[in-house]
C-alpha cells in the first residue's frame, strides 16, 4: 500500500472482450483477489503508466464481484488507446473507487426508470444489475435504451435477458438501422410515450452525451417526475478524483467527489452542467 | 579516353542543398561545378519595414549554425548606422559568445562532416559504435560551445539577449567561474583533438588563391577591424563592395564574388593565412602539430585550420571571462541609438568566413539591406578549386572522383541556406 | 519492437532546427537506440528511402517543392512539421508582406525570371501534417519528448495554453512590467518562456494558440505604447501566413 | 506564547544558523521586483520586500512537482516520490500565512494530500508582520488579512533598530533559542510593538465598497451579471492570475517516460482554470468555453465556492492577481462593480 493517494495499485488484467469496434470491457482483477468494494455509479481513475490517467465507471455491480470488475470503454484518446491495446494479463493501474454514485437505498420500494444512451449503458448497468440481483425490492423496472446504430449496442447479451425477463420492461432503439435490424427505430425520446408511470413513486436514473440530457430531461420532467428523483452521471475532465485538481468542478461541486451522480435538483439552473 | 558523368545530386553533410556535376567526355571536360538548388529566401526584400530593434533577431534566422555571428554582424552594421558605440562589457560578452558559435561550428564540421571521410564512413553515427570516444569527445566539446552560447545569448542557436547597444540578459559571475573551468578543462579534449587530426592522410591539392578575412592588429580579428587580402589589399569595412563584386550564375541561387582574382577565398584558412601572427600561443603549438603555416594553399587544410581556431578560441574564452570576472558583471542597460536614420556596415569573420551586414535606416525602419555571406564568397573559388583538381584525378575510377570532389566542397564547410538571398542594391 | 525509421527533410530554412537535433544527441544519445535514421542530408550520406517518420523543416516555397512534399507525404505514416518555418511558414513569410514580383527583383534584379518562388507556407497549407513541433528554433527537450510519444502512439504533447503560463511559474518579471511588449498571452507555451526568460519579449515563434483573444492582445500593445502598425508587426514576424487575411480584412474596413 | 527581541544585526547569524540545517527560503531581488528563493547568503534575504511575484505556496506545492515513479514492462511498479525536506520559509507576509492556511485545509481534507503534508509538515514558517500596503493593489485590510495571530511559528514585528519575535508554537521555540540571539521583551518593548501595530491600520486603506463578509451572498446574485462579458472580452485568458495566486492550487497530471519506454516518472504542475482546455472532455466538449465562464469562475471561486467548502473566502487581498494581469483586470474593481449595481 502507498501512502499517496495519487499512486495506483497496480490491479491485473483477466479479461478483454471486444463489445463494438470502439468500446471494450474490460475485467479486472486486485492484487490478492481484493473486493473493490464500490457503490454502483462509483469510478475508479484507471492508470496507463507513462501515458497517463483517466476516469472510468465501474460497470460491473457490487452484487457480482467474484473478486473482479469491468469496465467499459470506448477508445477515444491516449488512456484509452493504450488500454485497448492491452492482453489479458497485463497490468493496469487502478485507484479509487471515488465519488459517489447512485444511492440504491433511496430508490428501495420505488419504480426505476433506466434511460441510458450510448456509452451511457456502462455506469448505469451497475446500478441495473444489482436492481434486478434483489428484485424484490424494488417496483417496476423499466429500462429505455438508445444507441445511434445497432453495432454499437453494448452489452447486447444482457439486453436480450432484460427484454427477455416478465419482470422487467426493456425497450432498445437505434437512430438508425441496418436491413438486420427488426426493432425500434428513432431517437431515445421516442420511447417514452411508450411507457406509462406513476411519477410520485418513480426514480429516474440516466446518463449519456450532454445532447441527450436536455430531451431525455424534458421527458422525465414532463411525465412529472419530481427534479429530487432524477438522477444523472456527469463526465468532466480529471486528474485527480479526489477533489484537488479542480478541472470538475461544476460551479462549486466537485463532479468527482459530490458526482459524478446528481440529481436533476442539484444542478438545474447550473450552466457549466449540461 | 575517360568518359566521367558524376552528379552529386543534394550533397550530404553540409548545410544546404547543393549539387556537384561533372561531365567529361572523351577526355574534355565538358562541365565541372558546384550548383547551388537552395530555395532563394529573399531575406533582403523582407527585413525592408522592419524596426531596426527587429534586425539582428531576423537576420540570424538566415543562418541556424551561424546565427550568433550573423546576429553580431546585423547589430554592428545597425549600431553604426544609429550612432551605437557599444560598452567594453559588451565587446567582450559578445566576443564570447561568438567564440562559443565558432567553437561550436568547428566541432561540428571538423568531426561530424569530415572526419567520416577519412574515417570510410557516411556519417558520425556509425562512428558510436567503432570510435565511441571520439564520438563522445566531439559531443563533449560540442555541448560546452553550446552551452557557453546559451549562457550568454540565452540559447544555442539564435540568441535572445543580443540587442541593438548590448544585452537584455547577462550571464552571473558564477556562471562564468563554471564556464570558465570547463574551458580549461576542455584542453585536454583539444589536445586529442589535434592530435586526431595530425594523422589524417589530408588529400594533396595545392592552388593558390587570394585569401580574404578581417584584420585586427592586436587581436586574432573575428568581429570589426580591416578587410585584408593577402594580394596586399586593405579596406575598411564600410567598402566592402569593393571586395565582393557579386554577380548571378543561371545554375545557382546564390550569387558569386570576385575581387583581385577571378576568385578569392575565406574561411579559417584565409584568416590564419593573414592573421597567423594574432593567434594564441597554444593555437600556434597546434598549428605546428598540424603541420600548419602560412601561405597554406591546400583547400583541403581548412578543415585542420579549424582545429587551429578552435584551440584559440578556447584559449581567449579564458582569458575574456578572466577580465570579465575582474571587472564585476554590471546589469547595464543597452545603448540608445544617437539617431534612427542612417547606412551603416557591419562584418563578422564568422565560422565560414568573413561576412557583411549593410542596411539603410529611415526612422529606425530598414529601408534597404544588404548581407553577403561567406559561402558565397567561396563559391566561385570552389569552382576554380575543381576545375584544377578534376585533370589530376581524371584517370582515377568515378568513385574516387566522386569523393576528393565531396571532399573539396566540404572542406569549405559551405552553408549554403545562409547563402541563397542575396541581392545587388545600389547604394546611393 | 523493431525501431522506426525515420528521416529528416528540409526545405526553405536556417537549418537551425536539424541542429538542435543533433544536439539533443548531446544530452539523449540514447536516442539512437531508440529510432533508426535512415536519411538525414545534414549529418549524413546514406539515404535510406523507406522511412515511416518523417521530420520536415523548413517552408514551401517554390511549386517544386510540392512534389518532393507529396513524395514524403506518400511514404511517410507520420509526417511532422520540424519548427516555425514548416509549421508556420516563419520568418520566410515577411516576403508574403510585399509583392512577390518586388520581392524577386529586388534580390536578384534583371535575373528575378531565373529563380523559382511563390508565397511562403507551411507545409500543412500543401500536404497533412500529423504533428508539429514549434519554435524557431526547436527546444531540444521538446523534441525528445515528442519522440518519446510517437514511441509510445500518444498524443505530442506540444501546449495548447499560452507561454505566460511558463514564464510566471519560472516567476519571470513581465516584461510588461518592464516597459517592454511581450506576445506571451497569445502564443504557444512549450519553450520554457525563453525569450521573457532572458529579458525580450516574445515575438510569437511557436505559433498563437487555439483560441487567441487578438484583440485584447492589440489593446495591451496599444496601451503599452505601441502604434497600431507596430503592434501588427509584431504578430508578423513569425505568424504572418496566419494573420495575413485578417490583416487585409481589417485594413478593408 | 511569548515575546522575544531579536536584534536586526542578529539576523543575518541567525539565517546563516538556520542555513546549516535547513533549507532556507526568503524573499530576494528579482530585477525590480521580488521573489521567494533559496537563501544561499543572510545577504540574499530582503525583508524589506513589498511583495513576490509568487506566493511563498511553491514552496508546499512546487511548480512542478514529481508524485511517483515507474517501471514499465512485464511486472510495472509504481513508488510514489515525496519530495520533502527540513526547510524555514523566512518572511511570509501576512495575507499568504491567511492563503497557507487555506491550503493547509484543501490538502488535507477529506484525501489527505501526503506530498503537500509531508512537506508542510517540514516547513517552519516565519511569517513577517506586514506594517504598510505593498503597493496600490494590496486590499488586505478589506480581506481581513492584514494581520494574524495563527499560521506561523515565529512572527517578526519590525520595531526600527529591531524585530519582535512572536514565539507560536514549540518549533519556533526551539528554532528561535537554537539559533537566535534574543532577549526577552520587556514592557517598554510590548509598548513598542503595540504602538508600532496601532500605527500600521490607518496606513491601509480599505477598497472594497463593503464588508468581504457579504461576497459569497452578493455573488449568489451575481451569476448573470453583465460584468463577465465585459471581462470574457478583456480576457486574454493566459492564466496569470492564477497561477500567482496564493490560494489557487488546481493542478494538472502528466507522465514521462525515459528514451528505453522502461520507466518514468508521473508529475505535477499548477494549472489554471482561465485557460482553454481545462475544463473540456472527450468528445470536444468544452465546459467552460466562453472566456467569461471562466473569469466567472475565478471570482466566485475567491468569493463563493472556497467559502462554501472551507469556510473562508478564498481571496487574501494580496493583490498579485491584479499586478499580474497585463490587460488590467482588477479584482476589487470587479467585486466593487457587482456590489455598484447589485
Ligand atoms: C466519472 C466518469 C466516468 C467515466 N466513465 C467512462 C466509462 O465507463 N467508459 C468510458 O469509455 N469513458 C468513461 N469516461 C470518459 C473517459 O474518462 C474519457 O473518455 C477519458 O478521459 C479519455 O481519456 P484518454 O486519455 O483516452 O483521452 P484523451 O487523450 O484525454 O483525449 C480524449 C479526446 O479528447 C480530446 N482532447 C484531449 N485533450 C484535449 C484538450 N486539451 N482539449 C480538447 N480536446 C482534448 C482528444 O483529442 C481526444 O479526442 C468517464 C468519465 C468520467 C468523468
Ligand atoms: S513576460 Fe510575456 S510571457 Fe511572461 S508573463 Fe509577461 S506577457 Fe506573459
Ligand atoms: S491574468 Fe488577466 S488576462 Fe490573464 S487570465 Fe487572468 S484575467 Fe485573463
Ligand atoms: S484573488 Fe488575487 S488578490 Fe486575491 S489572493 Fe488571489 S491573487 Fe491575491
Redesign the interface.
Known sequence: MTDSIYVPEMARLVDVRQMTTAEKLFTIELPGGRNLGHDPGQFVMVSMLGVGEAPISITSSPSRSNGVFELCVRKVGDVTNAMHALQPGAKLGIRGPFGHGFPIEKMRGKDVLFAPGGLGLAPLRSLINQVLDERGTFGRVIILYGARRPEELLFKDELDQWVARDDVECRVTVDRGDEMWDGHVGVITTLFPKVTINPRNTVAVTCGPPIMYRFVLMELLGKGIPETQIYLSLERRMKCGVGKCGHCQINSMYCCQEGPVFTYAQIKGVEEAL | MTTVKIDVHHLTRVEGHGDIVIDVQNGEIKTCRFEVVEAPRFFEAFVRGRSYLELSHITSRICGICSVGHATASLRATENALGVEPSEQTVLLRKLNFHGELIDSHVLHTYYLVAPDFLGVGSVIPLIETHREVVERALRIKKLSGDLCAMIGGRHTHPVALTVGGFTHFPTEQELRDMQQRLIDARADMDVTVALFATLPWPEFERETEYVSLHKDDEYAFIDGTIVTSDGFSYPISEYRKVTNEWCVPFSTAKWTKHNRDAYMVGAMARMNNNFDQLHPRAKEAAAKLGLKPLMTNSYLNSAAQVVEMVHCIEDGIEICDRLLTRGIQPEKPVEPATLSGEGAGSCDVPRGILFHNYVYEDGICVRANCIIPTNQNWANVNADMQALLPQIIDKPQDEIRLAMEMLVRAYDPCISCSTHLLNVTFV | MSKPKVAFF???????????V??A??????????VE?VQ????????GEDYAVAFIE?SC??PS?EARLFKIREQAAVVVALGACAHLG???A??N??PLE???Q????D?AE??E?YEARPIDAVIQVDAVIPG??IDREEF??V??AL?????P?VP???L??EC??K????L???GKFCL???TRAGCGA??P????GC?GCRGL?????E???K??LA?AGLTVE?AV?RFT?FNTYQVKDRMVEEEAK | MSLWILDKGAIAPFVEGLMAEYRVVGPKAKGPQFAFGDITDPAQLRLDYNITILPPKKVLQPQYERLATFTLGEDPQVEPTIEAGPTVLFGVHTCDLHAIRLLDKAFSEEYPDAHYLKRREQTIIVGLECLEPCDEHSFCKSMGTLTTDEGYDLHLTDLGPAYAVDVATEKGKTLLSQYGTVREATDADIRRLNEVLGAKWPRFTYRLDFDAAELPALLSTAYDHPLWAELGERCLACGSCTNVCPTCYCFNVTDEVNMHLTAGERLRRWDSCQLDEFASVAGGENFREARKARQRHRFFRKGKYIYEKFGELGCVGCGRCIRACVANINIVDGFNAIHGTA
Open positions: 528540409d526545405f526553405a530554412s536556417c537549418e537551425g532546427c536539424q541542429l538542435t543533433v544536439d544527441l548531446q544530452t539523449h544519445l540514447d536516442l539512437l537506440d531508440a535514421i538525414f542530408r545534414e549529418a549524413m550520406t546514406e539515404k523548413g516555397t517554390r517543392d516563419g520568418v520566410n515577411l516576403k508582406l510585399h518586388d520581392v524577386r529586388w534580390v536578384y534584379g535575373k531565373w529563380y518562388t524557431c528554433p525528445v519528448r519522440v518519446k514511441l509510445l502512439g500518444k498524443k504533447p495548447d495554453y499560452p505566460c503560463v510566471k511559474l516567476e519571470n518579471v513581465c510588461f512590467h518592464l506571451g498571452p497569445v525563453i525569450c526568460t532572458h529579458g525580450d515575438e494558440i487555439p483560441h487567441p483573444n484583440n485584447a492582445m489593446d495591451v496601451e507596430e508587426a514576424m
